[in-house]
């Protein structure tokens, strides 16, 4: 069983925190000629549900979101519970 003091003594410690943002299909001419400043335009919208993976393994889900110029990801669930707003 993991307690708090193994939770801390791991706190600092950094971790990759990944999100599929969407996905597209297009054809093999046109990502040939995709160069620096292309824009890609993805299947899901804000708002759309994504998971959310913390060292490679699925911690929760969120709600995509946009920020100004930022996209960004809401977290509504960690580990399939609800966030308590």
Same mark, same amino acid.
Request: hydrophobic content about 40%.
């Given at each position: =069983?993991? %307690?708090?003091?193994?939770?801390?003594?791991?706190? %600092?410690?950094?971790?990759? &925190?990944?999100? @599929? +943002?969407? !996905?597209? /299909? =297009?054809?093999?001419?046109?990502? +040939?000629?995709?160069?620096?400043?292309? &824009?890609?335009? +993805?299947?899901?919208?804000? $708002?759309?549900?994504?998971?959310?993976?913390?060292?490679?393994?699925?911690? $929760?889900?969120?709600? =995509? #979101?946009?920020?100004?110029?930022?996209?960004?990801?809401? #977290? /509504? @669930?960690?580990?399939?519970?609800?966030? !308590? @707003?």
């Amino acid at each position: =069983m993991i %307690d708090l003091e193994h939770i801390r003594r791991y706190s %600092d410690l950094p971790l990759a &925190v990944e999100s @599929e +943002l969407g !996905q597209c /299909t =297009m054809p093999v001419r046109e990502i +040939l000629s995709l160069a620096p400043g292309s &824009v890609i335009k +993805l299947s899901n919208p804000d $708002g759309s549900r994504v998971a959310v993976y913390v060292g490679g393994s699925k911690f $929760g889900a969120g709600e =995509m #979101m946009k920020i100004g110029a930022v996209t960004a990801v809401r #977290m /509504t @669930e960690f580990a399939g519970k609800p966030v !308590q @707003e």
